[in-house]
T-cell receptor, first 114, second 114 residues
Framework: NAGVTQTPKFQVLKTGQSMTLQCAQD?????MYWYRQDPGMGLRLIYYSASEGTTDKGEVPNGYNVSRLNKREFSLRLESAAPSQTSVYFC?????????????FGPGTRLTVL | AQSVAQPEDQVNVAEGNPLTVKCTYS??????LFWYVQYPNRGLQFLLK??????LVKGSYGFEAEFNKSQTSFHLKKPSALVSDSALYFC????????????FGSGTQLTVLP
Protein backbone atom coordinates (compact mmCIF):
# COMPACT_ATOMS: atom_id res chain seq x y z
CA ASN A 1 0.00 0.00 0.00
CA ALA A 2 1.26 3.47 -0.86
CA GLY A 3 -0.88 5.09 1.85
CA VAL A 4 -1.47 8.78 1.08
CA THR A 5 0.21 10.19 -2.02
CA GLN A 6 0.44 13.82 -3.12
CA THR A 7 1.46 15.51 -6.35
CA PRO A 8 3.42 17.58 -7.09
CA LYS A 9 6.17 17.51 -4.46
CA PHE A 10 7.32 21.06 -5.27
CA GLN A 11 5.75 23.96 -7.12
CA VAL A 12 6.63 27.59 -7.78
CA LEU A 13 3.86 29.94 -8.89
CA LYS A 14 3.61 33.61 -9.73
CA THR A 15 1.02 35.75 -7.96
CA GLY A 16 -2.35 35.30 -9.63
CA GLN A 17 -1.65 31.92 -11.18
CA SER A 18 -3.86 28.95 -10.38
CA MET A 19 -3.04 25.35 -9.62
CA THR A 20 -4.49 22.16 -8.20
CA LEU A 21 -2.82 19.95 -5.64
CA GLN A 22 -3.72 16.29 -5.95
CA CYS A 23 -4.14 13.76 -3.16
CA ALA A 24 -5.04 10.07 -3.26
CA GLN A 25 -5.28 7.35 -0.62
CA ASP A 26 -5.48 3.60 -1.03
CA UNK A 27 -6.56 2.70 2.51
CA UNK A 28 -10.30 2.77 1.74
CA UNK A 29 -10.71 5.67 4.16
CA UNK A 30 -13.91 7.67 4.18
CA UNK A 31 -12.50 10.98 5.41
CA MET A 32 -9.83 13.22 3.90
CA TYR A 33 -8.23 16.51 4.94
CA TRP A 34 -6.06 19.34 3.67
CA TYR A 35 -3.68 21.16 6.02
CA ARG A 36 -1.07 23.84 5.61
CA GLN A 37 2.10 23.98 7.69
CA ASP A 38 3.83 27.27 8.40
CA PRO A 39 6.92 27.75 10.59
CA GLY A 40 6.08 28.04 14.28
CA MET A 41 2.36 27.52 13.70
CA GLY A 42 1.89 23.78 13.52
CA LEU A 43 -0.66 22.48 11.04
CA ARG A 44 -3.90 24.31 10.29
CA LEU A 45 -6.90 22.68 8.68
CA ILE A 46 -7.99 24.20 5.37
CA TYR A 47 -10.86 21.91 4.31
CA TYR A 48 -12.00 18.40 5.03
CA SER A 49 -14.32 15.82 3.56
CA ALA A 50 -16.00 13.58 6.10
CA SER A 51 -17.26 11.27 3.38
CA GLU A 52 -17.52 11.06 -0.40
CA GLY A 53 -19.75 13.85 -1.66
CA THR A 54 -19.31 16.18 1.31
CA THR A 55 -16.81 18.94 2.06
CA ASP A 56 -16.54 21.43 4.94
CA LYS A 57 -14.42 24.43 5.79
CA GLY A 58 -11.68 24.19 8.35
CA GLU A 59 -9.80 26.89 10.19
CA VAL A 60 -8.25 28.71 7.17
CA PRO A 61 -10.38 28.13 4.02
CA ASN A 62 -10.10 31.54 2.37
CA GLY A 63 -8.44 31.45 -1.06
CA TYR A 64 -8.92 27.70 -1.52
CA ASN A 65 -11.46 25.33 -3.00
CA VAL A 66 -11.65 21.55 -2.79
CA SER A 67 -13.17 18.68 -4.70
CA ARG A 68 -13.78 15.18 -3.41
CA LEU A 69 -13.54 13.49 -6.78
CA ASN A 70 -14.31 10.00 -5.47
CA LYS A 71 -13.57 8.01 -2.34
CA ARG A 72 -9.84 7.87 -3.12
CA GLU A 73 -9.11 11.41 -4.31
CA PHE A 74 -9.36 14.86 -2.74
CA SER A 75 -7.93 17.87 -4.57
CA LEU A 76 -7.11 21.38 -3.37
CA ARG A 77 -7.31 24.31 -5.78
CA LEU A 78 -5.79 27.76 -5.55
CA GLU A 79 -7.69 29.95 -8.01
CA SER A 80 -5.45 33.02 -7.75
CA ALA A 81 -2.31 32.35 -5.76
CA ALA A 82 -0.96 34.93 -3.32
CA PRO A 83 2.42 35.11 -1.54
CA SER A 84 0.60 34.43 1.75
CA GLN A 85 -0.19 30.97 0.41
CA THR A 86 3.48 30.02 0.35
CA SER A 87 3.49 27.00 2.62
CA VAL A 88 3.82 23.24 2.84
CA TYR A 89 0.53 21.50 2.16
CA PHE A 90 -0.34 18.12 3.62
CA CYS A 91 -3.18 15.83 2.76
CA UNK A 92 -4.40 13.30 5.33
CA UNK A 93 -7.02 10.60 5.57
CA UNK A 94 -8.78 8.66 8.30
CA UNK A 95 -11.19 5.76 8.39
CA UNK A 96 -14.01 8.04 9.50
CA UNK A 97 -14.14 11.61 10.78
CA UNK A 98 -14.60 10.44 14.33
CA UNK A 99 -13.17 11.99 17.46
CA UNK A 100 -10.85 9.08 18.16
CA UNK A 101 -9.74 8.36 14.63
CA UNK A 102 -6.10 8.53 13.63
CA UNK A 103 -5.21 10.62 10.60
CA UNK A 104 -2.51 9.42 8.20
CA PHE A 105 -0.51 12.00 6.27
CA GLY A 106 0.99 12.26 2.83
CA PRO A 107 4.56 13.50 2.18
CA GLY A 108 3.53 17.09 1.46
CA THR A 109 3.71 19.65 -1.35
CA ARG A 110 6.06 22.57 -0.92
CA LEU A 111 4.51 25.61 -2.64
CA THR A 112 6.20 28.94 -3.22
CA VAL A 113 4.25 31.91 -4.56
CA LEU A 114 6.38 34.75 -5.90
CA ALA B 1 -12.52 26.16 21.74
CA GLN B 2 -9.70 23.64 21.89
CA SER B 3 -6.00 24.50 21.97
CA VAL B 4 -2.62 22.89 22.44
CA ALA B 5 0.62 24.37 23.75
CA GLN B 6 4.10 22.98 23.31
CA PRO B 7 6.13 25.29 25.53
CA GLU B 8 9.55 24.30 24.18
CA ASP B 9 10.55 25.05 20.58
CA GLN B 10 13.74 23.02 20.99
CA VAL B 11 14.79 20.14 23.24
CA ASN B 12 18.34 18.78 23.29
CA VAL B 13 19.22 15.51 24.99
CA ALA B 14 22.25 13.23 24.98
CA GLU B 15 21.94 9.79 23.41
CA GLY B 16 21.03 7.20 26.02
CA ASN B 17 19.39 9.73 28.34
CA PRO B 18 15.64 9.88 28.93
CA LEU B 19 13.71 12.45 26.92
CA THR B 20 10.52 14.39 27.57
CA VAL B 21 8.62 16.58 25.12
CA LYS B 22 5.95 18.64 26.84
CA CYS B 23 2.36 19.26 25.79
CA THR B 24 -0.54 20.94 27.57
CA TYR B 25 -4.06 21.25 26.24
CA SER B 26 -7.33 23.08 26.75
CA UNK B 27 -10.71 21.59 25.79
CA UNK B 28 -14.32 22.05 26.77
CA UNK B 29 -15.19 18.36 26.87
CA UNK B 30 -13.18 15.16 27.15
CA UNK B 31 -9.84 15.30 25.35
CA UNK B 32 -8.58 12.96 22.67
CA LEU B 33 -4.81 13.45 22.41
CA PHE B 34 -2.30 12.49 19.73
CA TRP B 35 1.44 12.63 19.14
CA TYR B 36 2.96 12.78 15.66
CA VAL B 37 6.58 12.91 14.50
CA GLN B 38 7.90 14.61 11.37
CA TYR B 39 11.29 13.78 9.88
CA PRO B 40 12.88 16.30 7.48
CA ASN B 41 10.99 16.69 4.20
CA ARG B 42 8.47 14.01 5.20
CA GLY B 43 4.85 13.95 6.24
CA LEU B 44 3.67 13.44 9.80
CA GLN B 45 3.80 9.93 11.23
CA PHE B 46 1.43 8.80 13.98
CA LEU B 47 3.14 7.79 17.25
CA LEU B 48 0.37 7.24 19.79
CA LYS B 49 -2.97 8.46 21.08
CA UNK B 50 -4.96 8.70 24.29
CA UNK B 51 -8.67 8.06 24.09
CA UNK B 52 -9.67 6.72 27.49
CA UNK B 53 -8.48 4.28 30.12
CA UNK B 54 -4.90 3.84 31.29
CA UNK B 55 -3.13 7.17 31.68
CA LEU B 56 0.13 5.76 30.32
CA VAL B 57 -0.07 5.15 26.60
CA LYS B 58 2.58 3.19 24.74
CA GLY B 59 3.29 3.84 21.07
CA SER B 60 5.70 3.28 18.22
CA TYR B 61 9.51 3.26 18.43
CA GLY B 62 9.56 2.92 22.24
CA PHE B 63 7.72 6.18 22.90
CA GLU B 64 5.09 6.58 25.59
CA ALA B 65 2.98 9.44 26.86
CA GLU B 66 1.35 10.16 30.19
CA PHE B 67 -2.09 11.73 30.35
CA ASN B 68 -2.58 13.93 33.41
CA LYS B 69 -6.08 15.32 33.66
CA SER B 70 -5.48 17.57 36.66
CA GLN B 71 -2.50 19.24 34.97
CA THR B 72 -4.11 19.07 31.48
CA SER B 73 -0.88 17.61 30.14
CA PHE B 74 0.13 14.85 27.76
CA HIS B 75 3.93 14.72 27.80
CA LEU B 76 5.81 12.43 25.40
CA LYS B 77 8.60 10.33 26.92
CA LYS B 78 11.22 7.77 26.03
CA PRO B 79 13.52 6.07 28.55
CA SER B 80 16.63 6.09 26.35
CA ALA B 81 16.99 8.49 23.41
CA LEU B 82 18.53 7.56 20.07
CA VAL B 83 20.18 9.89 17.57
CA SER B 84 17.57 8.68 15.07
CA ASP B 85 14.82 10.14 17.30
CA SER B 86 15.90 13.62 16.22
CA ALA B 87 12.85 15.11 14.52
CA LEU B 88 9.98 17.57 14.90
CA TYR B 89 7.25 16.40 17.29
CA PHE B 90 3.66 17.60 17.28
CA CYS B 91 0.98 17.20 19.91
CA UNK B 92 -2.66 17.41 18.78
CA UNK B 93 -6.07 17.41 20.44
CA UNK B 94 -9.75 16.97 19.68
CA UNK B 95 -12.54 17.26 22.20
CA UNK B 96 -15.99 15.79 22.28
CA UNK B 97 -17.46 19.14 21.31
CA UNK B 98 -15.33 19.69 18.17
CA UNK B 99 -16.54 19.40 14.63
CA UNK B 100 -13.93 16.74 13.88
CA UNK B 101 -11.11 19.29 13.72
CA UNK B 102 -7.73 18.19 15.03
CA UNK B 103 -5.82 21.10 16.58
CA PHE B 104 -2.02 20.90 16.47
CA GLY B 105 0.61 22.48 18.67
CA SER B 106 3.41 24.50 17.12
CA GLY B 107 5.89 21.63 17.32
CA THR B 108 9.05 20.85 19.30
CA GLN B 109 12.34 20.15 17.57
CA LEU B 110 14.09 17.30 19.35
CA THR B 111 17.83 16.91 18.85
CA VAL B 112 19.58 13.88 20.29
CA LEU B 113 23.31 14.46 20.59
CA PRO B 114 25.70 11.55 20.08
Amino acid sequence: NAGVTQTPKFQVLKTGQSMTLQCAQDMNHNSMYWYRQDPGMGLRLIYYSASEGTTDKGEVPNGYNVSRLNKREFSLRLESAAPSQTSVYFCASSAIAGHTDTQYFGPGTRLTVL
Amino acid sequence: AQSVAQPEDQVNVAEGNPLTVKCTYSVSGNPYLFWYVQYPNRGLQFLLKYITGDNLVKGSYGFEAEFNKSQTSFHLKKPSALVSDSALYFCAVRDTGSARQLTFGSGTQLTVLP
